[in-house]
Antibody, heavy 119, light 107 residues
Framework: QITLRESGPTLVKPTQTLTLTCSFS??????????VGWIRQPPGKALEWLAL???????HYRPSLKSRLTITKDTSKNQVVLTMTNMDPVDTATYYC???????????WGQGTLVTVSS | EIVLTQSPATLSLSPGERATLSCRAS??????LAWYQQKVGQAPSLLIY???NRATGIPARFSGSGSGTDFTLTISSLEPEDFAVYYC?????????FGQGTRLEIK
């Protein structure tokens, strides 16, 4: 059974760096094709893909946010970490992590964590 | 970036009716398109992958069709639990993109 859970601060100040952790079980980065991505959703708005990392360390980022994002994985801890620098109120959103294989879509999602950016 | 345009933005129907949702891509995504359902306060859940394949546990009343740039999600007979927001997503090219969603509401 695959499960994912996001954790991190619920409130950050403008210009601060956000660090979110996705802890998962039921799969491993030791398996070929495995990937974990981050998707966010501002309140009342659509889903927006941010970043994804694969089992082979391949990384992909949303071009418009690439300069602010870093995604890393810790295979031994079954975790993926997303950092986003220079946070702004427009970054207020629910942030989800999700599992996908390289030949498929996001079949498993965490419950999401709401991050508010405010001074 | 491949832009996905969903229509209509809102669809008002009654239980038992047939729902037809559209997703149009700005360039061909071949068959690499998925549909997700999102209920209020919940994470999205995968319904259809690769345009026409139902994900595990998805009822047969949900079906997907299309290829290239035009795709359709059909719900043959709406159940009360189907009223939600539906998103399409492509994986044909980076960056991954989602449509803006179609809200399916009870009439």
């Amino acid at each position: 059974q695959i499960t994912l859970r996001e954790s991190g601060p619920t409130l950050v100040k403008p210009t601060q760096t956000l660090t979110l952790t996705c802890s998962f079980s039921g799969f491993s980065f030791s398996t070929s094709g495995v990937g974990v991505g981050w998707i966010r959703q501002p309140p009342g708005k659509a889903l927006e893909w941010l970043a994804l990392i694969f089992w082979d360390d391949g990384e992909h980022y949303r071009p418009s946010l690439k300069s602010r994002l870093t995604i890393t994985k810790d295979t031994s801890k079954n975790q993926v970490v997303l950092t986003m620098t220079n946070m702004d109120p427009v970054d207020t959103a629910t942030y989800y992590c999700a599992h996908r294989r390289s030949d498929s879509f996001f079949a498993y999602w965490g419950q999401g964590t709401l991050v508010t950016v405010s001074s | 970036e491949i832009v996905l345009t969903q229509s209509p933005a809102t669809l008002s129907l009654s239980p038992g009716e047939r729902a037809t949702l559209s997703c149009r891509a700005s360039q061909s995504v071949r068959s690499y398109l998925a549909w997700y359902q999102q209920k209020v306060g919940q994470a999205p859940s995968l319904l259809i992958y690769d345009a026409s394949n139902r994900a595990t546990g998805i009822p047969a009343r949900f079906s997907g069709s299309g290829s290239g740039t035009d795709f359709t999600l059909t719900i043959s007979s709406l159940e009360p639990e189907d009223f939600a927001v539906y998103y399409c997503q492509q994986r044909s090219d980076w960056p991954l993109t989602f449509g803006q969603g179609t809200r399916l509401e009870i009439k």
